[in-house]
């Protein structure tokens, strides 16, 4: 079953069992997805799309998250963690901090980055294969911390 799929197969299920919070969240897939498909790009959504599109939808959901917490608008902020708690389950398992070291240990080994000046190319390689495991932020400190070692 493909990712458009699961999300009709999922949208169904919240609807026969009314559950509005799910109902909320992934309509809001299934309108990124379709705005994804019709955005003159090309580009089907397939499974690195749409970790790329989920992933982003997590992120501004944070980002308004934290906006609403700190203005003390605490109902606005609880529809916020329960549809990044929902688009969450689409993603694949996050790394833990040592898994994600060991990983990126191996990836600047592989990109043979000698140093600072490196930090594209290893970055550019970590984003590719860790893509929805790992937060950008946690892999730019990590890779950092590394390249500043080499």
Not at 58 to 71: A, G, H, N
Not at 93 to 109: D, N
């Amino acid at each position: 079953m493909g990712f458009s799929e699961k999300i009709n197969e999922d949208l169904k299920n919240a609807m026969k069992q009314q559950d509005q919070k799910a109902l909320r969240a992934i309509r809001s897939i299934k309108a990124a997805i379709l705005l994804a498909n019709t955005d003159g790009s090309g580009r089907a959504v397939d499974e690195e799309r749409s970790i790329q599109l989920l992933q982003k939808m997590v992120k501004q959901r944070r980002e308004s998250l934290d906006i609403y917490t700190r203005q003390g608008r605490e109902d606005l902020a609880q529809v916020e963690r329960e549809e990044i708690e929902i688009i969450e389950r689409y993603l694949p398992e996050p790394l833990g901090e040592q898994e994600l070291r060991l990983a990126l240990e191996a990836i600047v080994k592989d990109a043979g980055a000698q140093g600072p000046k490196d930090m594209g190319k290893v970055m550019a390689a970590a984003s590719k294969e860790l893509a929805g495991r790992a937060d950008g932020k946690a892999i730019s400190a990590i890779v950092r911390e590394l390249l500043q070692g080499s």
